[in-house]
């Protein structure tokens, strides 16, 4: 906070900037939430991205459940805490501290055929060069 006092002349300026991030703001914006129904929703390709790699991290986390159950409640806990924005933009950030549920996942394709597992490295190579992508260019701010 004194940071933010020296350089900017506003000790809350952290707060402030918050003002202009999307936050749920009713139950009803949270359930909009799941087909994009909230007013700064505005469905893209990209947008849509991010709500499949949510469903996948529903999907990893249903898994690990059935392995661990406090490790799958930590990782549902953590998908739904997505919802409370009221947006999934940030799913690939938030997404991923949930590395455990990868663990399940590699265990669930290694018993796949041999084009299942190279399509999956595939498109995780993708998902990983589009996040760096956006990290390099500066679409993200870290």
Same mark, same amino acid.
């Given at each position: 906070?004194?940071?933010?006092?020296?350089?900017?002349?506003d000790? *809350?300026?952290?707060?402030?900037?918050?003002?202009? #991030?999307?936050?749920?703001?009713?139950?009803?914006s949270?359930?909009?939430? *799941? /087909?994009?129904?909230?007013?700064?929703?505005?469905?893209?390709?990209?947008?849509?991205?991010?709500?499949?790699?949510? @469903?996948?991290?529903? !999907?990893?986390?249903?898994?690990?459940?059935?392995?661990?159950?406090?490790?799958?409640?930590?990782? !549902? @806990?953590?998908?739904?805490?997505?919802?409370?924005?009221?947006?999934?933009?940030?799913?690939?950030? !938030?997404? @991923?501290?949930?590395?455990?549920? *990868?663990? #399940?996942f590699?265990d /669930?394709?290694?018993?796949?055929?041999?084009?299942?597992?190279?399509?999956?490295?595939?498109?995780?190579?993708?998902?990983?060069?589009?996040?760096?992508?956006?990290? @390099?260019?500066?679409? /993200?701010?870290?």
């Amino acid at each position: 906070m004194l940071f933010n006092q020296v350089t900017l002349g506003d000790a *809350l300026a952290h707060m402030h900037a918050q003002q202009n #991030w999307a936050h749920a703001d009713s139950l009803m914006s949270i359930v909009r939430t *799941l /087909w994009m129904g909230n007013p700064w929703n505005q469905p893209s390709v990209t947008l849509a991205q991010r709500y499949v790699f949510v @469903a996948f991290l529903l !999907f990893a986390s249903w898994g690990i459940m059935r392995v661990n159950r406090p490790l799958g409640i930590y990782s !549902f @806990a953590s998908a739904g805490l997505m919802l409370l924005q009221a947006d999934f933009g940030n799913a690939f950030r !938030f997404g @991923a501290v949930l590395f455990p549920a *990868l663990f #399940w996942f590699g265990d /669930w394709v290694s018993q796949k055929p041999r084009w299942a597992r190279w399509l999956v490295a595939l498109l995780a190579v993708v998902v990983n060069f589009k996040v760096t992508y956006a990290y @390099a260019v500066g679409r /993200w701010a870290y």
